[in-house]
């Protein structure tokens, strides 16, 4: 299988080269907005794979065993007469080649990367689903699950064969050996569940840069997650005085203003999690992103109290990340520190720029929960 080897090879060398400039597809969103499905397109330079070339080598002049005589130039087509218009640059030029890898093979740099540990689901984490699907043929049954039309062709297939089949008078009777019946097959699935909740500050002082760092560390904590849990589910809200639930493209592109109260999201996503996600069915990772700015102590108060009487009790972790901007006090992370600092059900990370995405990636997903 010489094509496999050199396919697998191919691979192999593609994720060398993710590898190696993993930060830069970490901090670059050109990445993200070339995902298709399961699978996301990467500008690679062109690979060439070592190949034996034959013919005389460089340094030589002329064809065949002599120097050669002429102009080598002029044997090559170019005459005195007309060059073309400007230099030509002695470097070769970079040829691009677009290359997809898959989501989990991305998941796997990323933790290798970062040393990641596995997630250990809670809750429902051991129980089993067993699923029953009638996807097989057997040649035994209830009468029932008899397949007609299988058992037709098996019987047509039987008189062709034996030379009995006559196209004037087709008619087939089939014997006990054609019959065909569906069968059951079993899967067993995991039953674990998850699902993210993103929240985000879009007030006057989240700019498109603290909104593109909060695009690109959602979308590899996404790919992480489902790393470990099939068909996650992801909700979004956004927040400035008010909150509001916002699909995925509204979420990285609303631009508001005015004042922040937090508390106002931390509501909205008590109210998606007590409607829909059960915590002893669901594994549940609320993320928030913010520049750090609140309306008042009272409402950071207010924060505090709902994230250790309503989201510790149901969550697998709780985590926020304070984006730089020069117009943020940065005041409720140091708030948070004081009061969860040594709690490993809290999770906080500052993402003073780009650089620190990959840190705070760590932050969030290095505790394995």
């Known amino acids: 299988m010489p094509i496999r080897e050199d396919q697998n090879r191919f691979k192999n060398i593609i994720k060398g080269k993710v590898r190696d400039d993993f930060k830069k597809y970490v901090t670059n969103g050109e ?3 070339k995902r298709e499905d399961e699978f996301v397109k990467i500008p690679l330079p062109r690979i060439d794979i070592p190949t034996f070339r034959y013919g005389p080598k460089q340094d030589q002049q002329g064809v065949g065993q002599g120097e050669g005589d002429g102009d080598p130039q002029q044997s090559q087509g170019q005459g005195e007469q007309g060059s073309g218009k400007g230099e030509a ?3 070769p030029g970079e040829h691009m080649l677009e290359v ?15 040393q990641l540990p596995r997630i250990l689901p809670k809750g429902t984490a051991n129980l089993v689903t067993e699923k029953t699907r009638y996807s097989g043929i057997a040649p035994v049954g209830p009468e029932g699950l008899r397949k007609f039309k ?9 008189y062709i064969s034996s030379g009995t089949y006559n196209p004037n008078d087709p ?4 014997i006990r050996s054609d019959y065909q019946y569906r069968t059951i097959k079993k899967t067993q699935k995991p039953h674990t569940k998850a699902v993210v909740i993103y929240m985000m500050d879009v007030s006057g002082s989240m700019g498109e840069e603290q909104k593109e760092i909060v695009r690109l560390e959602s979308f590899w904590i996404n790919t992480w997650l489902k790393k470990h849990y099939k068909g996650l589910d992801t909700r979004f809200i956004i927040h400035d005085a008010a909150a509001k639930e916002v699909d995925e493209d509204t979420f990285f592109k609303t631009s508001e203003s005015g004042g922040t109260l937090i508390s106002s999201a931390y509501k909205m996503c008590q109210q998606i999690i007590d409607a829909e996600y059960p915590a002893d069915e669901w594994n549940i990772y609320p993320f928030h992103f913010s520049d750090g700015d609140n309306w008042s102590g009272e409402d950071t108060r207010l924060c505090i109290q709902l994230i250790k009487e309503y989201f510790l009790p149901r969550v697998n972790v709780f985590s926020y990340g ?5 117009y943020g006090s940065g005041q409720f992370l140091k708030d948070l520190q004081k009061e969860f600092g040594e709690d490993e059900q809290v999770t906080l990370s500052q993402i003073e720029s780009r650089d620190k995405i990959l840190d705070s990636i760590k932050d969030f997903l290095g505790k394995g929960k």
């Open 31 to 33: 990445l993200i907005g």
């Open 89 to 91: 640059g002695e470097n």
């Open 100 to 114: 997809e890898i898959s989501l989990e093979e991305l998941a796997e740099i990323l933790g290798e990367k970062l």
């Open 150 to 158: 299988q058992t037709y062709k098996k019987a047509l297939a039987r």
């Open 171 to 174: 008619v087939i009777v089939p």
């Open 322 to 326: 304070q984006v730089e901007s020069k």
